[in-house]
């Protein structure tokens, strides 16, 4: 069974950077997919990119080009998502999720992140 | 780009059957996939695949899909269904692309 733990809530300045961890456990960590899904206050699900730490590949969708970095450690199994230039917008609960094919069937608890002066 | 159309939001009678909609282009190429999000709760994947469930999914819920549409459907809805829908499939980038969910309120 595969389980996702996330780190702690964040509350961080506009302009600044957040960094946000997925420890996974179960399963073979480095030939996963893991992807990041947010979710700002009362909207939709909205993917943000990928990694495959086998690779050490990612890719991410257009509107976070430039801005998000996600990187894996496959000695501890730890995927990261780092964002910058963070503003008022980027407050969001940020998930990860294992993406298998064309699915995601096992999600982290999610992390909430605060931009806020 | 593409998009995934779903309804805002939907209500059952409690014991009936509601069917959730999504629809895009991509649809015809891809199987959408489909998650139940409760309040302060992650998603949970319900359906994939042509009409698959993952262990510990009640089998009152099934999928299809017929051109640019797929459904969920919940047949006999229970209290406990009551929560937001997401239906998932690709961009034309072939990258992940949520729908904007569909709130359920089983009366």
Request: glycine share 10%; with cysteine.
């Amino acid at each position: 069974q595969v389980q996702l733990v996330q780190s702690g809530a964040e509350v961080k300045k506009p302009g600044s950077s957040v960094k946000v961890s997925c420890k996974a456990s179960g399963g073979t960590f480095s030939s996963y997919t893991i992807s990041w899904v947010r979710q700002a206050p009362g909207q939709g699900l909205e993917w943000m990119g990928r990694i495959i730490p086998i690779l050490g590949i990612a890719n991410y969708a257009q509107k976070f080009q430039g801005r998000v970095t996600i990187t894996a450690d496959k000695s501890t199994s730890t995927a990261y998502m780092e964002l910058s230039s963070l503003r008022s917008e980027d407050t969001a609960v940020y998930y990860c999720a294992r993406e298998f094919g064309l699915l995601f069937d096992y999600w982290g608890q999610g992390t909430l992140v605060t931009v806020s002066s | 780009s593409s998009e995934l159309t779903q309804d805002p939001a939907v209500s059952v009678a409690l014991g009936q059957t509601v069917r959730i909609t999504c629809q895009g282009d991509s649809l015809r190429s891809y199987y959408a996939s489909w998650y139940q999000q409760k309040p302060g709760q992650a998603p949970v994947l319900v359906i994939y695949g042509k009409n698959n469930r993952p262990s510990g999914i009640p089998d009152r819920f099934s999928g299809s899909s017929s051109g640019n549409t797929a459904s969920l459907t919940i047949t006999g809805a229970q209290a406990e269904d009551e929560a937001d829908y997401y239906c998932n499939s690709r961009d034309s980038s072939g990258n992940p692309l949520f729908g904007g969910g569909t709130k359920l309120t089983v009366l």
